[in-house]
């Protein structure tokens, strides 16, 4: 249980921030690998650029947001008198990363045949977005105020389930030897309640754990984690030290691009709304209340800092505050993050630790994450809400398949229209209400976790009007579409219409059944 004491000065480490920074800084070190590895085998961006440029700026972005989050917390603890505050976590966005790579820049590398334009076109989505974010901060509180924490954490649970842990555990199981050797020691410690010796953090275990393995199995002639001699010696010579320079020039030279741009810009902007609102309900489920104004114009802030000086990736709070709080992380471990994320974009360590560190001892920890929020949804929301937080789930589910349909469909060469979605139904592969259910994933899962939770509660009037909602976010294509715009899905949209009549008229009828019953009341 917390301790308060208002006069007390809040510690700035404990050793609880020990755990929570290997854990925490593992997540950012394995999207910092795979960011490094998109731009350098993806975008095929020479490493001058990817270095010299945007590995730093990155670093800027992310350091400036894990020192801000720090001192949110100190101001939350010192203003509190709690020891218990957590640092929200934060760092680059991971499917803004995977958008911004594939839909963005590299379509515009290859046209253009240029990869610096495909950078300038990046940096110009996220001068997009940040605004966005920026102005959005304003609106998300009465969001958070109507919208029932059920459709908040559901939509959240979601995301983690499918995209955070689904393929760690992937891996895990493609490499069972180092990935489940990993895991156990991760579960029996922070699920267990196991200590290691001397206090050593479950995360460094781990790590250590497979790079031993890993390395072991390399020296015998049967190299399970993929590391080689070669490759470390490869990865000495990206030895340097950068700092990050203005591109103003670039980012406006990306605004050529602004049509392509805007297609997901806008959506994905929204899609950061609840995100970080989603993000600070479950942080404040764990009994830390974040203003939501304040951290959406600090993600828009830093981005755009980022940005201006040369980094085509978005930063975003991070799910996963319950799970480094229940390590005993508190508020050293952001800002020691920070330090080290610095110190990694700044001399070019980055391809050195790809190089020593398998990566499937790191893919547990992400696995854990998902693990907690996904329970979290459950746990602190009302049993009688669990049908609601499943059916929130439901759109990331369909979003999960399709990306990995197209994915395999698009190695082959194919698409699914070229298969043919007849094709695809007669297999079970129903194509088309994947792609229906996965547009928007994170809103259409807030919009339907609200009309289960408000049905569930009887409150027929407020599941009408977040059916209304769907109806009008359907219409304009930030629900149930693949890009804004008008009449995107418009019998979606007037499903949700006739939901909305159907459930105004629930109500009515509630109210007709209710009022006989308080006239049969006997006067006082």
């Known amino acids: 249980m917390a301790m308060t004491d208002m006069t ?26 795979v960011l490094t590895g998109l731009l350098r085998f993806v975008l095929k961006m ?3 650029l990817v270095f010299g440029r945007i590995l730093p700026a990155l670093g800027l972005m992310m350091a400036l947001s894990t020192f801000y989050y720090a001192w ?7 203003k509190t008198g709690r020891n218990d505050v957590c640092a929200l976590p934060s760092g680059v966005s991971v499917p803004h990363m995977f958008i911004v790579t ?83 020691i991760i579960l029996v410690s922070w699920f267990g309640g196991l ?33 080689g001699l070669d490759k470390l010696a490869q990865a000495l010579s990206s030895f340097g030290f950068s700092v990050p320079i203005p591109a103003l020039g670039h980012v406006f030279s990306g605004f050529q691009f602004l049509g392509i741009i805007l297609v997901t810009a806008i959506p994905f902007g929204i899609y950061d709304l609840v995100e970080a609102m989603d993000n600070v309900e479950s942080a404040e489920a764990a009994g830390d209340h974040y203003p939501t104004t304040r951290v959406l114009s600090a993600d828009g802030v830093v981005s755009m800092i980022g940005c201006l000086m040369g980094n085509p990736f978005i930063n975003a709070v991070y799910i996963g505050h319950p799970g480094w709080k229940a390590m005993g992380g508190r508020i050293g471990y952001s800002a020691l993050t920070g330090v080290v994320v610095l110190a990694l974009a700044w001399f070019g360590v980055i391809a050195l630790l790809t190089a020593l560190i398998p990566v499937v001892a790191i893919a547990p920890i992400l696995l854990y994450i998902g693990m907690l929020i996904g329970a979290q949804a459950f746990q602190t929301t009302p049993a009688a809400h669990a049908p609601a937080v499943v059916l929130a789930l439901t759109p990331h589910l369909a979003a999960w398949a399709k990306t990995l349909i197209d994915g395999v469909l698009g190695a082959a060469g194919t698409s699914a229209a070229q298969v043919g979605l007849d094709k695809l139904a007669q297999v079970g592969v129903l194509y088309h209400g994947l792609e229906v259910m996965a547009g928007g994933a994170i809103i259409t899962g807030l919009v339907l976790g609200a009309i289960g939770v408000f049905i569930v509660d009887k409150k027929f009037v407020k599941a009408s009007a977040f059916a209304g909602a769907g109806a009008l976010l359907t219409f304009f294509g930030f629900m149930h579409g693949e890009a804004v715009g008008f009449a995107k899905s418009p019998s979606v949209a007037l ?12 109500s009515r009828m509630e109210e007709a059944v209710s009022e006989p019953k308080a006239l049969a009341q006997p006067a006082e």
């Open 495 to 506: 499903a949700y219409v006739m939901v909305a009549g159907l459930l105004y008229a629930c």
């Open 72 to 78: 949110l917390a100190y101001e939350l603890a010192r």
């Open 8 to 33: 007390a000065k809040p510690t700035i480490w404990t050793p609880g921030d020990w755990n929570a920074f290997f854990g925490f800084g593992t997540n950012i070190l394995v999207n910092m690998l």
């Open 195 to 227: 200590r290691y010796p001397r206090g050593i953090p479950a995360g460094l275990v781990a790590i250590a754990a497979g790079t031993i393995i890993a390395w072991g199995s390399t020296l015998i002639g049967l190299p399970l984690g993929g590391m």
């Open 46 to 48: 020479p490493d001058s």
């Open 102 to 184: 594939f839909v963005i820049m590299l379509p515009i590398s290859l046209t253009t045949g240029d990869p610096v334009k495909g950078w300038e076109a990046g940096l110009a989505w996220v001068f997009i977005q940040s605004i966005i974010l920026m102005l959005g901060g304003f609106i998300a509180p009465y969001i958070r105020e109507v919208t029932p924490r059920a459709a908040l954490l559901g939509t959240l649970a979601g995301v983690s389930i499918a995209f955070i842990a689904m393929r760690p555990a992937m891996e895990m199981f493609m490499t069972p030897m180092i990935g489940l050797t990993c895991f156990a």
